[in-house]
């Protein structure tokens, strides 16, 4: 099992990015797929996540109605679209995933069996 994240970069207050999640070797039917994030300093936080089969999604408070997060099964990739970025949205980005029948809480990072490097985003105010 493989994830890599990519796609992060230095961006002004205001602007978007779209991170993506490339996975590979996957050998269970179904699976969520999350976004964390860490910052300095601070711990590990959820910031959205997708179920493969019902497309349930879950996002933190933080980020919802600015990010949003989707899937395309045929390229075993999942987006991140961050827009309106602020400068507390500064962190290095996760993708991990979780191979169960339900949707797996952010709440709840150690539910996440598999982690991908992080790509690191940068907002300047």
């Known amino acids: 099992v493989q994830l890599q994240a990519y796609g992060g970069g230095l961006v002004q207050a205001g602007g978007s990015l779209r991170l993506s999640c490339a996975f590979s070797g996957f050998t269970f039917p179904d699976y969520t797929i999350g976004w964390f994030r860490q910052a300095p300093g601070k711990e590990r936080e959820g910031v959205s996540c997708i179920h493969s089969r019902n497309g349930r999604t879950q996002y933190s408070y933080s980020v919802k109605g600015r990010f949003t997060i989707s899937s395309d099964n045929a390229k075993n990739t999942v987006y991140l679209q961050m827009n309106n970025l602020k400068p507390e949205d500064t962190a290095e980005y996760y993708c991990?995933?979780?191979?169960?029948?339900?949707?797996?809480?952010?709440?709840?990072?150690?539910?996440?069996?598999?982690w991908g490097q992080g790509t690191l985003v940068t907002v300047s105010s």
């Open positions: 991990a995933t979780a191979p169960r029948g339900i949707l797996s809480t952010l709440a709840i990072p150690s539910s996440y069996d598999y």
